[in-house]
């Protein structure tokens, strides 16, 4: 999950001169807002400021940020033809900006707290250029998928073969761990996840395997899916908190560490119950190794600095605590 | 889940010159668009046109339908104040049109096919009328609930006697099974759901017990709720896709039914896929008594009606063999 955004005053400050696109796309801009919660928060780790969509544009899928509506495709795919089109490219090459804004960042750092990196999965990916922009039904995307499996295939492939270059492109440029967002694959069910979405997602993980970083998976309304998600690959699985995150642990597997999972809206809460909250996921995380505590979904625009410097504070203290 | 509306062309003709709130407000018009899916269709019960949404003007919260944007709530709730000021009515007065389309199509219906009522329940009621409309993460109504525990617990009981009081009105006009909607009741947790739900949703279901009328009691998201969604009540326990149908009956428990759960999104399929995804829902219910074979959510506008005609009597010749 991003850990700059609207919540916190300094970036909306910037982002009255910049867009979110003009941000990503410029490596100086980037880094200041990769380090804005840092200077705020305690935190464990720095996570590049970037968007899941960069990898569409110079695949031939041009789009903007509507102000207050998210992501909006010019022209969506509708048909094979429309897959036929796109263009396999080198994000080494057509995302340098992304590269440069890592190795600034990474020196700025200078070794104090390690940095994540991420990219969107193939299905997450598709949802937003098949759609046009944020969907509640996926209708669009399912009907592609079940009509034409052909060209859904080799659109989740070239997306994969893209993520997977631009991913080690990432850890080739020194990011220290890499995160998967396929934030939309809770739409599917199981059987769905397998035969359409996991020999994609797969195909990244694999390409991972070796590099020597931590790779993460990330999904929101997965209940159902967090085996499937296991098996597709990542060395921690993210879950949100629709599911409890000892049932989503044991679900997963205790092989394998996980991520998550409070549930964003309520750093909007009052702190005491904000804060027991918090305890909550602690106490179902049973103080094993292997658990990286994090919001279950994005951070809300809403929500209070101070409510998020308290919780980053407590779940520090909780954590020496449970280790003396 | 609604089984006309968009995707019959009989339903978009009859819109040309009626919007959905005058066909809901005019029993006439609800008679006719409850009947044309009876037509086209092989289905084992009628479901009344109405809308969720129609308590929420007589207590002081006015509402519209925006063409493809669905309901927009006039002043949404943001105070404990708004709170103070809805009043509690009484639903035989002021939704006699719902009570007086319920007979209408009764004496139509002829004793066919029964007839199944249906309202909201108080979460989703309570999430439209503080968000003003359909939410993602629906941040206001948790921060309500969160911050302000008295004045959210007032509002759900205030909806709970209402629609307890709605549900019953509709019985005594003739419906023969009621469904409570908790269409967005999987946003929470199980502890929140516990807390700031269960108490309101029960006090609904136990308004209706002894009324030998069965209640249907449905939310979709919800696979990390379903035990908690049985205990605050309903004979028949509504899922959607997202959890496999056995698995969700599981937790359940046996002693109730269950509704569910094909995704709308594959009657977007070719017609193999459809039928296949139904055999597998057939499948996990295992012929076991107690099992409404239904759609996970609401039948999506760009259905083909064939696609609604082959499933309906695939479901009734498999239903036929397994009795055989």
Known sequence: ?????????????????????????????????????????????????????????????????????????????RSEADIDRLRCFDPRAELGYVLEAIRLIRAELDGKLPLIGFAGAPFTLASYAIEGGHSNTFALTKSLMYSNPRAWHRLCDLFASIVAEYLKAQIDAGVQAVQVFDSWAGALNANDYREFVMPHTRKIFDALRG????????????????????????????????????????????????????DPTVLLAPLDRMLSAADDVLKRAGGRPGHIFNLGHGILPSTPVEHVQTLAQHVHRHRLGAHA
Chains 1, 2 share one sequence.
């Open 211 to 262: 590099l020597g970083v931590p790779t993460i998976h990330f999904g929101t309304g997965t209940a159902g899916i967090l085996r499937e998600m296991r098996e597709a690959g990542g060395d921690v699985i993210g879950a949100d908190w629709r599911v409890p995150l000892d049932e989503a642990w044991q679900r997963i597997g205790y092989d394998r560490a996980i991520q998550g999972n409070l």
């Open 1 to 77: 999950m991003r850990q700059a955004g609207r919540y916190m005053s300094e970036y909306r400050e910037l982002r009255t001169r910049h867009s979110l696109l003009d941000i990503c796309k410029t490596p100086e801009l980037a880094l200041i807002v990769t380090l804005q919660p840092l200077r705020q928060l305690d935190l464990d780790a720095a996570i590049l400021f970037s968007d899941l969509l960069l990898p569409l544009e110079p695949m031939g899928i041009p789009f903007d940020f509507v102000r207050g509506e998210g992501p909006a495709i010019e022209t969506p795919l």
